[in-house]
Each structure stands twice: as C-alpha cells, then as structure tokens.
C-alpha cells in the first residue's frame, strides 16, 4: 500500500472527493484528512487523524524502546559478566532490565507527544496557513482510480507519497466499522 498526500484550501471540496472516494470502493479507515479547522471537518462528517497519531508519539515511542531493550541487555550483560546472578539469581536483573526497558519506551512516547509527527511535519506551513491535507491509503489496485477521482478536482494539489498503514490494519478497521454501522 501506498499513502498520497494531497492539499487542498477547501472542506467542502474535500467533503465530495471523500464521499466520492467511499462510494468507488474505498474504505473509511484509507480516507484521512488533517486540519487546524477541526469544528469544520468534523461538520462535513470528515474522518480526522488520530489524536494519537497527529505527535509523534508511537514512532518515538519505537525507538524508545529499541533504546530500552539494549540499555536492558546491556545491564544483563553486566551483571552476568559480574557473577552476579550465581550469587543472588537472575531475577532482580530482569525485574531491572523490565524496569529499564518500560522507562525508556515511556521516555520516548513523552519526547514524541511533545513533537508533531514525522510523516506531517512537511506539512506544517500549509496548515498553518489555513489549506487542508486528505491523506489517502491506497492498494496499487486503487491508484489508478484516486488519480482519476482528484483530476476532477482542480483546487486539489498533489502533495507527495508516503508509506502507508499495512493491509491488514485496514482491513480489521474497515471489518470494525462495519461491525459499528451493523450492531445497535
């Protein structure tokens, strides 16, 4: 899958492409648009980034815990070349490199919440000045048709590409929405 990023100065544009999008195959979880003008979106019934996902938290959070797993196997290493674990066990070693490895996944989600995140951050002065980014998950299958669809819409701008959600979370958002539209 590949994500394509488009800009676009109007919601109401935006509102059409979308239902357009949704009503040629495309499911609600691949449809995404991020604005400062949240009340407006929200009114056209556009499906917003993630809180979560507009900071960098999750991505911040990885390479937290990449530092933590070594920072805890390196404390594992210590204490075993020590001979410390003959004399008292292992476990207070793994209960500290448990502790190490949470305490920098935290550390980096903290840093991360506190940065816009990464794939966005070209982004900022357009939506600093008022345009929208529509933020589109596409199958190589679906390409073709996307590229027709924002043809029609002259106020929208090609923005780049990116890498996208994989598959098969689509897929399980697209099966839980279904699920929410079908169930009481």
């Not at 059409?16 to 995404?32: K, M, N, V």
């Not at 911040?60 to 674990?85: D, H, M, N, Q, Y």
């Amino acid at each position: 899958m590949k994500r394509f990023f488009y800009i676009d100065d109007d919601l109401d544009d935006l509102e059409a492409l979308e239902r357009e999008l949704l009503a040629r195959g495309l499911g609600q979880p691949q449809i995404h648009v991020l604005s400062h003008d949240d009340a407006g979106a929200a009114a056209r019934r556009l499906h917003p980034v993630h809180s979560l996902l507009r900071q960098d938290t999750i991505h911040s959070g990885e390479i937290g815990a990449l530092i933590g797993l070594g920072v805890s196997a390196l404390a594992l290493a210590l204490a075993w070349l020590g001979g410390l674990p003959a004399q008292i066990g292992w476990a207070p070693f793994v209960c500290l490199g448990l502790v190490l490895l949470g305490f920098f996944t935290w550390e980096g989600g903290f840093i991360g919440i506190q940065t816009p995140n990464a794939q966005f951050r070209r982004f900022a002065g357009a939506l600093a000045e008022g345009r929208h980014l529509l933020i589109v998950d596409a199958d190589p299958a679906q390409e073709a048709l996307l590229k027709a669809v924002a043809r029609q819409h002259p106020g929208l701008r090609p923005a780049g590409t990116g890498s996208a959600a994989p598959r098969w979370l689509l897929r399980w958002r697209q099966r839980w929405q279904d699920f929410l539209q079908w169930a009481p």
